[in-house]
């Protein structure tokens, strides 16, 4: 399989780049990530992996859009209030590149279905906004041997990490070994988050 010319037009300032190249830009059509969460975190997350030609994005998310989302969930508009996440999503994602294929899953991950779906994809970008959904991708990344990307905001904050434990290096569980107890951190909407972090 080769790109066409309009997939090279699309991609070219990303093509040019010497580590991308055509090879590269190939090798993302064929690539396939899963988001886990559509909202804060997934949403900037999504935009950029559809524009850049990421070939099969998995959202993941078993809530509805709220307006209270809207100042920093970018995936989704005003008129998307209501409706769930991953069809919003889905929406503004297939609007960026009809190209790419986009697979949803109105759902909560937890013990019964997050190690098929994980195991589904190359990689995983974890946004979730609780530490038990953290702990949870975590386990199924290490027994998928797949590559994390985990992700959190607080209020001002935010951290970003790979885990890759199949390639020697340490796993979420590692660098955390127990969730804090309950009530200690507070969330989103007890605590505020900066939209643009």
Do not use: W
Not at 18 to 32: C, D
Not at 56 to 61: F, K, P, Q, S
Not at 116 to 135: E, I, K, Y
Not at 136 to 144: E, K, Q, S
């Amino acid at each position: 399989m080769e790109l066409t010319e309009q997939q090279i037009q699309r991609y070219s300032r990303q093509i040019i780049l010497s580590e991308v190249g055509g090879k590269g830009q190939m090798k993302l059509s064929r690539a396939k990530v899963l988001l886990i969460g559509a909202g804060g975190l997934g949403s900037p997350a999504g935009l950029y992996l559809a524009a850049a030609g990421v070939g099969t994005i998995g959202l993941v998310d078993g809530d509805v859009v709220d307006l209270s989302n809207l100042q920093r969930q970018i995936l989704h508009s005003t008129a998307s209030v209501g409706l769930p996440k991953v069809e919003s999503g889905r929406k503004t994602l297939s609007a960026i590149n009809p190209e790419i294929t986009i697979q949803t899953y109105h759902q909560n991950v937890d013990s019964d279905n997050i190690l098929p779906l994980v195991s589904q994809f190359d990689m995983v970008l974890d946004g979730s906004d609780n530490f038990a959904t953290r702990f949870l991708v975590n386990d199924a990344c290490f027994f998928a041997k797949k590559t994390l990307i985990s992700a959190s905001m607080f209020r001002f904050e935010g951290q970003l990490t790979t885990i890759k434990p199949h390639a020697g290096y340490p796993c979420y569980r590692c660098l955390y070994p127990e969730p804090p107890p309950a009530g200690l951190v507070p969330n989103c909407q007890e605590a505020g988050v900066l939209g643009a972090l």
